[in-house]
């Protein structure tokens, strides 16, 4: 109808020719109003679960019918309404959750606006039976558009059943929007496992088409909800993420999550689900906190997987800011984000370190090759680094040790492992975990190094393994205060140009940190007066580090704070700094490349996520010679 009136030239939203303004009918208003709240059955579905959460519930039952759009029901045992407030719960901006505007400051129910039975009854045929908790009798009311039916005595155990059918009847534009059965389905069940997800003790029972979709027991704990929801198998590559912590005004946030192991990492953020105070969300904040904590773990294009449960006060957070309620405002907004990458990082850290299995399982390896009988599979597990795998290592103590050789001499039946009984002659793990006496390296092109390990073949990328060295380096070393700088005899000028010469100021404290010394010369020039030692020793340009800077500032700037910014120039001072693809390298400096690998964390990739190193293995070999299928 509107491109028909655009058609003949008449524009959309022009006032009624006869000039006359008339209140809306409340079917109308309502439908527009229903227009935010309910966009398709996935919607529906998700406002009856969380009137049912806020009635506490302890189980909630789902049925879809065609996707939800021929029937979309939610049954709950939760306190039920009373017949003489039935008429009430579906009118509009009626609620028993709110009463003062000061409420509203401090949500704690997942519903507040009082909107969301009263639309859905404006666009679909909604029926509710409903019994009061401790009552006797159970009631129905039916809504059909504008048309509100008589409340009659109905049959039913204690709790709700309210169920919306033939969604957007009455809406056949609205209707047009909607996808497939199938598509409306999985968003409903998306909906569903949502909830299920923050609420781990309420159980939660979705039936399609007649059929059981998911049934989850009642009284769960959070991370064995979440596994139900994610995936079993997905046990070993999730890390557990805590934390609890005060914001600026004394209030507490806790976080509680899983996150996924770096090889997890999605092109995009469909693997990751927010929640504060049991709503889902999307939120900028926690995403960007996410993928920090990632940094230099993948590469920056993708997307980490995660569950994070956030909980603080109501005050600390506005729920109102979204129709749909998917949408929050901290009040703190920085303390959030430093709690999620704090704790996020942590959890990657420690990853797996506990001197358990794999560092047992290394030590097993190692002992077996020993004595030639077996392959080595001997590597930090996902996600550790190898530093904190050796720290681990050492951990594990003499008698767990002896423990592990006097079961690998036993397995062998190597008559050399006897010696394990006599402590001092055993093999200290050290000894054990050190590489063998150097392997040979080549440089091929002067920008690979080629050299071997247990394993098979390394080919190593010159330039991404120094960044990556060097990056770690910067990282360990600003923890520590502002980079040390040498002084110029003379300044060294910069003929920057207005624009970049501007920036200078706001990059100061970054500068700074950095070591670099810079001031004003002139309307269009820049001097600097110091420049980090580090870049010194390696020949890179000042006038041109400095003049890439300036260039960058507003990426800089909008890279997330301080810390981010800061990551990102270190990123870029130890791409400079690093030796180039092109590169002749001596011995010296190829041996001492190599021995860096070996120290340096995280050193199978470098800052921008790519590897540093691609490993060819013996069986990889075999196969590529078609010695082996
Ligand atoms: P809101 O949830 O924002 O209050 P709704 O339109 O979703 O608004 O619901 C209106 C009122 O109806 C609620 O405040 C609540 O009192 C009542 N109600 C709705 N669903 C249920 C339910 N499943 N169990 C008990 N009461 C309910
Ligand atoms: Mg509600």
Request: glycine fraction near 8%.
């Amino acid at each position: 109808m509107v491109e028909g009136a655009r058609a003949r030239g008449a524009r959309p939203g022009r006032a009624a020719p006869d000039g006359i303004i008339r209140e809306l009918s409340p079917l109308v208003a309502s439908q527009i109003a229903a227009g935010e709240v309910v966009e398709r059955p996935a919607s529906v579905v998700k406002e009856l679960i969380d009137n049912a959460i806020d009635a506490g519930a302890s189980r909630i039952r789902v049925e879809l019918e065609a996707g939800g759009v021929e029937l979309a029901r939610v049954t709950d045992d939760g306190a039920g309404i009373a017949a003489e407030q039935l008429a009430m719960a579906v009118a509009p901006h009626a609620t028993s959750k709110l009463r003062s505007p000061e409420d509203l400051e401090r949500i704690a129910t997942m519903g507040f606006r009082g909107e969301a039975l009263a639309s859905i009854a404006s666009v679909s045929r909604l029926s509710i039976r409903s019994r009061r908790r401790g009552s006797a009798e159970a009631w129905r009311l039916e809504v059909e558009g504008a048309t509100r039916g008589e409340i009659r005595p109905d049959a039913g155990p204690e709790g709700t059943s309210v169920s919306a059918r033939n969604l957007f009847f009455n809406a056949p534009a609205r209707r047009k929007f909607l996808r497939t059965a199938r598509t409306e389905q999985t968003r409903c069940a998306d909906v569903v496992r949502d909830a299920a997800l923050a609420h781990a003790s309420i159980a939660f029972e979705l039936v399609v088409d007649g059929r059981a979709a998911l049934d989850l027991p009642g009284g769960q704990g959070p991370r064995e909800r979440a596994l139900a929801i994610l995936g079993v198998e997905l046990e070993d590559r999730l890390l557990e993420v805590h934390a609890d912590e005060q914001d600026s005004s004394g209030r507490g946030v806790a976080l509680w999550g899983l996150a996924g192991l770096p090889e997890l990492a999605r092109p995009t953020n469909r693997g990751q689900r927010f929640y504060v105070n049991g709503r889902p969300i999307t939120d900028g904040t926690i995403q960007h906190a996410l993928q920090e904590a990632y940094r230099g773990l993948i590469d920056p294009s993708r997307r980490p997987t995660a569950v994070l449960l956030l909980e603080m006060t109501p005050e600390a957070v506005d729920v109102n800011v979204h129709p749909a309620k998917s949408e929050v405002r901290f009040r703190d907004r920085s303390m959030v984000h430093s709690v999620v990458l704090r704790a996020v990082r942590a959890a990657l850290r420690s990853a797996d370190l506990t001197p358990t299995h794999a560092v047992e399982a290394m030590l097993r390896d190692r002992a077996r090759a020993e004595f030639g009988s077996g392959a080595i599979e001997a590597r930090p597990p996902a996600g550790a680094s190898a530093r904190d795998f050796v720290e681990a290592f050492k951990a594990l103590g003499p008698d767990q040790t002896q423990r592990v050789l006097r079961e690998v001499a036993e397995e062998t039946g190597d008559a050399r492992w006897r010696e394990v009984d006599r402590p001092e002659s055993a093999p200290a793990p050290a000894a054990l975990i050190e590489p063998r006496p150097a392997a040979r390296v080549l440089q091929i092109h002067s920008s690979y190094l080629v050299t071997q390990d247990e394993r098979g073949m390394l080919i190593i990328d010159q330039h991404a393994l120094h960044e990556r060295v060097m990056f770690e380096k910067l990282r360990a070393r600003i923890g520590r205060g502002a980079l040390e700088s040498q002084p110029f005899l003379t300044p060294v000028a910069v003929r920057t140009g207005a624009a970049k010469a501007d920036r200078l100021e706001e990059l100061a404290p970054l500068l700074s940190r950095l070591g670099i010394e810079a001031g004003r010369l002139g309307p269009e020039d820049v001097a600097i007066h110091a420049f980090p030692t580090f870049l010194a020793e390696r020949r890179v340009d000042p006038a041109r580090f400095l003049e890439e800077l300036l260039e960058r500032a507003d990426e800089l700037q909008g890279s997330g704070g301080d810390e981010a910014a800061l990551h990102e120039t270190l990123d870029l001072m130890a791409c400079k700094a690093a030796v180039k693809a092109g590169d002749r390298l001596s011995d010296g400096e190829i041996a001492e490349l190599i021995r860096l690998r070996q120290q340096v964390e995280r050193s199978s990739s470098c800052p921008h996520g790519r590897p540093t190193s691609v490993r060819l293995t013996i069986a990889d070999l075999e196969k590529l010679f078609g010695r082996r299928g």
